[in-house]
T-cell receptor
Framework: GQQLNQSPQSMFIQEGEDVSMNCTSS?????WLWYKQDPGEGPVLLIA?????ELTSNGRLTAQFGITRKDSFLNISASIPSDVGIYFC???????????FGQGTRLTINP | DGGITQSPKYLFRKEGQNVTLSCEQN?????MYWYRQDPGQGLRLIYY???????QKGDIAEGYSVSREKKESFPLTVTSAQKNPTAFYLC?????????????FGDGTRLSIL
């Protein structure tokens, strides 16, 4: 199937630091979604992006739809303990019916 | 409150047994999906349904079956043909497929082998 490369796979940071993660592909996307999953729960939608170059914020989270339409970025500013979890990107390839998911970025915060 | 309800939260399967995972949504969504999640991996699509009485195989449909008799319900059966069923199963729904509508997820069912 189609592949989304999400990096990094894991991050260990100090509380208060900023975080950046990204997803890249060789395919062209017309939608990017970012989700957060807490242990034992389902993913929760954080941000949805629909246009190349679009920059959208949700509180301390900011995500961008890459200009090439082949990548997306998620930034978290001033991390806090409740930011711990796994962050997934998901994209809808142009002309496709199904979402493609990245492998996830596991965020751990040291107090 | 509108949402997606998966049950049970935990399920155990004996050798050779079929088990059924429930997924119900009251969001009036047309499309529903089943994903499998293994530790340290992303989500893999098992089956999806765009409309009542219709469904399509995803990337890993072998050993699974579904039905979509009602708009609100999309149960997943893990059959004895699925030799490695231990995983976290997630159900999702969206207003439509392929039309850039975000999928919303339930809280999952963790299936283990006895």
């Amino acid at each position: 199937g189609q592949q989304l490369n999400q990096s990094p796979q894991s991050m260990f940071i100090q509380e208060g630091e900023d975080v950046s993660m990204n997803c890249t592909s060789s395919s062209i996307f017309n939608t990017w979604l970012w989700y957060k999953q807490d242990p034992g729960e389902g993913p929760v939608l954080l941000i949805a992006l629909y246009k190349a170059g679009e920059l959208t914020s949700n509180g301390r989270l900011t995500a961008q739809f890459g200009i090439t339409r082949k990548d997306s970025f998620l930034n978290i500013s001033a991390s806090i303990p409740s930011d711990v979890g796994i962050y997934f990107c998901a994209g809808l390839i142009q002309g496709a019916q199904k979402l493609v998911f990245g492998q996830g970025t596991r965020l751990t915060i040291n107090p | 409150d509108g949402g997606i309800t998966q049950s049970p939260k935990y399920l155990f399967r004996k050798e050779g047994q079929n088990v059924t995972l429930s997924c119900e949504q009251n969001l009036n969504h047309d499309a529903m999906y089943w994903y499998r999640q293994d530790p340290g991996q992303g989500l893999r699509l098992i089956y999806y349904s765009q409309i009542v009485n219709d469904f399509q195989k995803g990337d890993i449909a072998e050993g699974y079956s579904v039905s979509r008799e009602k708009k609100e319900s999309f149960p997943l059966t893990v059959t004895s043909a699925q030799k490695n069923p231990t995983a976290f199963y997630l159900c999702a729904s969206s207003t439509r497929t392929g039309l850039r509508q975000p999928q919303h997820f339930g809280d999952g069912t963790r299936l283990s082998i006895l």
